[in-house]
């Protein structure tokens, strides 16, 4: 079988290279995280799909680099308008495929689907420059130019979301595409590449291998014709795909995991202190960006921790597609055993869970409960390491200073949340913090202009605006002198 039927669309099950569906002989078992229900067979790819996607995307490369930013921009836009008109049909595969909100898919990330495509398609046209300048009468002429096949990697918290906001960029850019998307989370990958073929773009631009990592994704980043790679992902992935990555010299873009503060000062507003630290459970605690360690303040600690805990317990957890549902299920069994195993871990080391700590038995499957350790010991496990699922840590702090040094003590930088009602301190608080995103007062404003991204392990290089061209693009400064004119 070859596609399957989706809420209500047919999603084709096999890779997609150089404008055709190509099959694999094996296949892997694509299942929801809903409720177990089993979705289809995926083609698994290898080696040989990897190099056939690359072949395909290399030989598309100069008639795409040669189209200009203004041409590939009418395409990119036209994909942007099929999302717009298939967002239902993408939301509704997002979520049966990874277990997240439907509201939320539907109301914001497709929307943002589209988004990420039309915003670096009219970046390329309108805002790549820069003002040429002199040297000695010589001017500088700087230029972005197509740099040939990129190989994205992505993950499986916001699957069409995060590898279109690397799509957008490298095809804007005038590279070629190949897609490895998450084997949890196949499906929407595969149906925006027949949205892709709608809307005219040439065969080979883009192209999807679906699969496992350390096979297909492993052979892909080893390709030497790669001129880029993206990856979204955990630490551990990124290293073995940098040492591969080494061997070709192939540069890099890696956004990686986090243990992000998210710190609450002494003279915060303490309701908005709250909303912000309570909305750190959105999808089911598997966001990157999420603030999982809360650092409060000693002196408000207690009111905070009871309006907290009110706050949480009201969260509805349930089917994904019910409209009143707060946060699903965890993706994956194999990803539910991990996080379960940190609690328990965490569990028999004595430390104090005030919410939370095991599934939610009334649900069963994939659901685990919302959960808050109080004062976890320094260098435990459960407040050092990345769990990616609903469990936060409670820890506070009598100075800002101290706040500070607890905020910035961890081998992650992706983000800080900072809630404070003194424009002064928090600027002052925030100038200290390490990390790519500061959110003061507020949590997940994300502009597509503003640079994203890690500082420490939490990533390489940083994305958005014109950065993201600076790693899509190869950027060239052409000097001309004012002398050898024959004109
Ligand atoms: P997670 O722990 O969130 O599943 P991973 O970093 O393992 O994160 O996975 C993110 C993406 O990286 C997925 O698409 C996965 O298939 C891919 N991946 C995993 N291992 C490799 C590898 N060795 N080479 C290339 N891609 C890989």
Redesign the pocket.
Known sequence: MSSIAVAGANVDTRHWINGERVASAETFTNISPIDGTFLGEISRGSQAEADAAVAAAKAAFPAWAALGPKGRGEILHRIADLVEANIETLSMLETMDNGSLLRSHRRGVMPRVALNIRFFADWAINELHHEAFETRGHSNNISWDPSGVAAL????NAPLMLATWKIGPALAAGDTVVL????WTPLSASYFADLTKQAGLPDGVFNVVQG???EV??A??ANPDLARIS?T??VP?AK??ARSAADNLTPISFELGGKSPCIVLEDADLDLAVTLAVEQYDNAGQVCLSGTRILVHENIADAFAKKFREKALQIKQGDPRDEDTDIGPQIHQVHFDRIKGFVDRAKAEGQEFVMGGEPNAELGGLYFKPTLVKNPAPGSEILTAEVFGPVLCMQTFSTDEEAVAMANGTEFGLAAILVSGNRERADRVSKQLVAGTIWVNCFFVRDLKAPFGGSRKSGIGREGGTWSFDFYADVKNTVVSPTGWKE
Do not use: H
């Not at 990697?153 to 499986?156: E, G, K, N, R």
């Not at 490895?180 to 084997?183: R, T």
């Open positions: 990697i992505t993950p499986w490895k998307p998450a084997e496992f990592g350390r994704g492993a892909l980043v990856f992902g955990s992935t073995v795909i």
